[in-house]
C-alpha cells in the first residue's frame, strides 16, 4: 500500500498550487480519500474528504479556497488550493479510510510540505 503526495513547494501569498496523491496497492474506488494539514507545532487537522460516491466535504476555514477531487481511473487524489496564505503552510497529508465488516482500514501518505510567503 502506498499513498504518493507531490505538488508542494514555495509560493508567494495568493498563489495557488495542486497537489495530487497517487495511490496503489489497495482499491482506491472504494476508499474516502482526505487531505489533512499539520503546521509546526500544531496538530494534524482535516481540510477536505472525498467519499467513494463523491461527496465532497471541507474545513470551514478552507471552503471557497481549496477544491478536492479524485479520478479513479489514475488511481489519485487532488487538492487544488487557491488564495494561499501564509497561515496555510503546512505539511500536507492525504489519507484513505475505509470501513470494512466493522474494521477500520486507514492509510497514511508522507506528506508534501506547502511554504507561502508574505
Do not use: H
Not at 479520478?71 to 488564495?83: F, G, P, R, W
Amino acid at each position: 500500500v502506498q499513498l504518493q503526495a507531490s505538488g508542494g513547494g514555495l509560493v508567494q501569498a495568493g498563489g495557488s498550487l495542486t497537489l495530487s496523491c497517487a495511490a496503489s496497492g489497495f482499491a482506491f474506488s472504494d476508499y474516502g480519500m482526505g487531505w489533512f494539514r499539520q503546521a509546526p507545532g500544531k496538530q494534524r487537522e482535516l481540510d477536505a474528504t472525498i467519499t467513494p460516491g463523491g461527496n465532497i466535504n471541507y474545513a470551514d476555514s478552507v471552503k471557497g479556497q481549496f477544491t478536492i477531487a479524485k479520478d479513479n481511473a489514475k488511481n489519485t487524489v487532488y487538492l487544488q488550493m487557491n488564495s494561499l496564505k501564509p497561515e496555510d503552510t503546512a505539511v500536507y497529508y492525504c489519507n484513505a479510510v475505509r470501513l470494512r465488516i466493522g474494521i477500520p482500514y486507514i492509510y497514511w501518505g508522507q506528506g508534501t510540505l506547502v511554504t507561502v510567503s508574505s
